[in-house]
């Protein structure tokens, strides 16, 4: 074994540094993210439990599997990137170790883990399968969780995080190399906290708080946008807004429905974690539903923010209508009179067939006398919606 930094891929940032970055840059159109598991749904009719590769999407790079062993008790710590998993049997039972696993491409390393482990097959086939909701399941002594969690800063997307708990030992499996565990990893080496006092059952709650507690971000930075649209809306500033309201409101959405996964997948733990979680262990994972009803209410606030703009931008833009109405009314309104004594004296009839045909053509100020009957007319209409307060 030797010892290595932890390195992230040039592709996926660090999440926290992503999270806390400005608020997301308007779109000039609506967004379209294709999942990144999309790539792995199971055949219709293949074997359960049967794993299959689970090959890049078109354009993207294979990235190797990475996997990082952590190690600890109260005394000690070792934290290695490896070649290879050892056997449950050639683990030390007095540590914790917290297998770390990126890359879910390598088949053959995955049926090795659950040979070494005792996984059962369908897990390993939620494991490649990244289309799974947040969910909880138990074969026999061993725990299986799977989790959502969000990254990038380009809306709201997930990477599936699965998670195995058997006896002193955690996996955790992820797509790529790079995610929000950092300050779990920071705890363990600094040995903060009551982590290296506790069971791998701890582990497994912390790597799921951490989860959880970085959908915070992100329900911060929508709200910093919400603020950045509503003074759009002060600035007169807001033909795209609808869109952008759209896009908000849908990723809210999303956001709701994962956290409530999550909710539900903690409620069945604390439920079928009987006799393999800690009673202090569980009411942490308590605490970490309480955070999940936050998240929840947190975002069914800013959805109806997004609502509330959306009437608020409608509600302008049909003041700006009315006004722009009210202005050519008034105008039709002032040439409307005019217009008719115009009519009248473009019909031009021969005042030498009857002197009633319009014997103002033959005064001298005929012309003028026109245009004042007019101007009278127009600024008689003028004091008369300035009267009735309708140019206000």
């Known amino acids: 074994m030797s010892v290595k930094t932890d390195k992230s891929t040039p592709r996926k940032r660090d999440f926290f540094l992503a999270m806390t970055s400005l608020p997301l840059k308007l ?3 609506l967004r379209v993210h294709r999942p990144r598991w999309a790539k792995s749904r199971a055949k219709i009719g293949s074997v359960p439990g049967e794993l299959s590769g689970n090959g890049p999407a078109a354009g993207q790079p294979r990235h190797p599997s990475h996997i990082r062993v952590i190690q600890y008790n109260r005394e000690t710590h070792q934290d290695e990137v490896v070649d290879a998993i050892a056997t449950r049997d050639s683990l030390d039972p007095n540590v914790i170790t917290w297998i770390d696993l990126h890359g ?3 088949v053959e390393l995955l049926r090795s883990l659950g040979g070494k482990f005792g996984l059962h097959p ?3 086939e939620d494991v490649v399968q990244m289309d799974q909701h947040a969910k909880l399941e138990r074969y026999g002594e061993t725990l299986f969780f799977v989790a959502r969690m969000p990254y990038g800063d380009d809306g709201f997307q997930t990477e599936q995080v699965s998670m195995f708990l058997v006896g002193n030992v955690v996996i955790t499996i992820q797509e ?15 040995a903060m906290g009551r982590i290296r006092q506790r069971g791998a059952d701890y582990l497994v709650y912390a790597i799921i708080d951490a989860i959880i507690d970085g959908y915070f971000p992100v329900i911060d930075r929508y709200e910093a946008h919400l603020s950045q649209m509503a003074g759009l809306l002060q600035e007169n500033d807001h033909d ?19 956290v409530q996964q999550h909710r539900d997948a903690l409620r069945l733990l604390l439920r079928e974690g009987e006799g393999i979680l800690a009673d202090d262990t569980r009411l942490y994972l308590r605490d970490c539903q309480d955070h999940i009803g936050q998240l929840m209410e947190a975002a069914d606030t800013d959805r109806e923010t997004c609502g509330e703009l959306r009437e608020l931008y409608f509600a302008l833009l049909g003041q700006k209508n009315n006004d722009v109405m ?3 009314t008034i105008i039709a309104t002032l040439f409307i009179p005019m217009s008719f004594v115009a ?13 009633l045909n319009m014997p ?7 012309y003028p006398f026109a245009l004042a009957v007019m101007a009278a007319m127009a600024l008689g209409l003028l004091g008369f919606m300035y009267r009735k307060g309708w140019l206000s």
């Open 104 to 106: 879910v491409q390598d």
């Open 360 to 366: 103002e053509l033959e005064w001298s100020f005929g």
């Open 122 to 124: 369908l897990a390993l």
């Open 176 to 190: 790529e190399v790079g995610d929000c565990l950092n300050p779990v990893r920071e705890r363990i080496s600094r």
């Open 240 to 258: 795209n807004l609808p869109m952008h309201l759209h896009h908000i409101r849908a990723d809210l959405l999303a956001i709701r429905k994962t």
């Open 343 to 355: 009519g009248i004296y473009g019909m031009n009839f021969d005042q030498s067939a009857s002197p």
């Open 326 to 328: 009210k202005v050519l």
């Open 27 to 29: 779109p000039s159109k």
